[in-house]
């Protein structure tokens, strides 16, 4: 959609007074503008959108005055027959030439460059995030998910991470949320575990600003790695909070430059008219973030929890074993000696079998 625009035509009689001539009789001099009024945005809608005017004036020809004179009398019986004033209430006045600006444009947010990754970051006030329902996989014993929260708040607290819950953080702007999803491994289809971490804010399309999203703006994933057995499940997900932690103190960080910095500029270099948006900050929402000590861990936290080998490194079943084999085109393996009956199993999307 483009921006809203609308033109109005308006008559000007300009008097003209010689210095030399001042007390004798007066010429006399016709002018036509046009006024381009413009909401300034490209998707702004209902009767709340800014206006901007930008005017063209051209003189008419001095020979044509005495045709303009029987305009302006027609057009001064018309308001007077409509009950309006003949001087109209928005008439502009005209106190010195107005010259288009070429290097002004107005505000296109797909003109922007893309910001940095960690952008999404920068100026965040307040967070939720609730790990605390997290089952813990099979092996392990003791609290888990508790164990993980306690751990994630004094990490944020540290960081100066408010944490709020989800009643509180629909009123914080951009309403923040970060979710850890947790896969245990599954011995009988032989997927090790993984975790993935992904933070959520409102957003709104380049394309059309009324369409408002909760969006993906940060992610981060780790998963199962035979050459690092001591990063269990535990320290996987305990891992996104440090990474996320580290990633929120380099946004923030004095030194860190954003891509699009005041004035905003368009793709190619021009200066564009931002309209002015007041965002209330978390400090005027007066919310109440957890009272955590980033010193010290409380006396009643939870320890982490403790695990076996098993829950490291599960060992695959028999039915997952003969369908990695399988689809590496492999007989079953055994260590029985002897005849053996091999059953009978279907290669993944070959439609062929063996036996």
Partial sequence: MKPCKSLAIWLVTSLVLPASAVGQSSDERFWISRERISSGVDNCRGDDCPRYSEFTTRLFDPDKKDQMRRLMALLDFQAAANGLPLEHPETPEFCARQLPNPNQVIWNPEWMQTSHKLEALRGLEAIHVDVSGLKAPEGFEGPFGEALQEELEVKFAAAGIPIV????????PGQPKLQVFFSATNPDSGCWWSVFATMTQTALLTRDISVKISAGTWAHMKGFDPDNLEMTEYSAISGVFDQFVSDYKEANAEDFEPVN????????????????????????????????????????????????????????????LKRIQATNGQLPQTDLEGEVEFEKVTLTGGGSSGS
């Fill in 165 to 172: 819950d989800k009643e509180e953080i629909e009123r914080v």
């Fill in 261 to 320: 910095t005041v004035p905003y500029v368009d793709l190619l270099g021009r200066p564009m008219t931002i309209p002015e948006v007041h965002v209330k900050p978390y400090a005027e929402i007066k919310l109440e973030p957890r009272d955590v000590d980033p010193e010290a861990q409380t006396d009643d936290a939870k320890d982490p929890p403790e695990y076996s080998p098993l829950a490291q490194k599960p060992e695959l079943s028999p039915k997952a």
